[in-house]
């Protein structure tokens, strides 16, 4: 069974950074795609950012030059390092990534249980 379990969210005053972590584990074969999503209350959940095994990274625009995803492949861990946050930005984040079980072989979507991120004005 896999599991991802994030941290790092928070309270943070408009202009903060926090930086999100999400480490997946269990009995994993590979993991293709890592990223975050986010939900704001009464809104659909959105790309934040995520990034290929290989490093290639994709941004909601939103995010760009503010926030900025990274991975260790060796720890199965992504990372959301998030800077002059604004208070748009609050939201429950979510960790997703797309691989392999071992034991099914068949490539899925798995979700961690979400983070919430509040910026302040």
């Known amino acids: 069974q896999v599991q991802l379990v994030e941290s790092g969210g928070g309270l943070v005053q408009a202009g903060g950074s926090l930086r999100l972590s999400c480490a997946a584990s269990?009995?994993?074969?590979?993991?293709?795609?890592m990223g975050w999503y986010r939900q704001a209350p009464g809104k659909q959940r959105e790309l934040v950012a995520n990034?290929?095994?290989?490093?290639?990274?994709n941004y909601a625009d939103s995010v760009k030059g503010r926030f900025t995803i990274s991975r260790d492949n060796a720890k199965n861990t992504v990372y959301l390092q998030m800077n002059s946050l604004k208070p748009e930005d609050t939201a429950v984040y979510y960790c997703?990534?797309?691989?392999?079980?071992?034991?099914?072989?068949?490539?899925?979507?798995?979700w961690g249980q979400g983070t919430q991120v509040t910026v302040s004005s």
């Open positions: 990034i290929t095994s290989g490093g290639s990274t």
């Open positions: 997703n990534a797309v691989l392999t079980e071992v034991v099914t072989t068949v490539e899925d979507d798995y």
């Open positions: 269990g009995s994993i074969f590979s993991i293709n795609t």
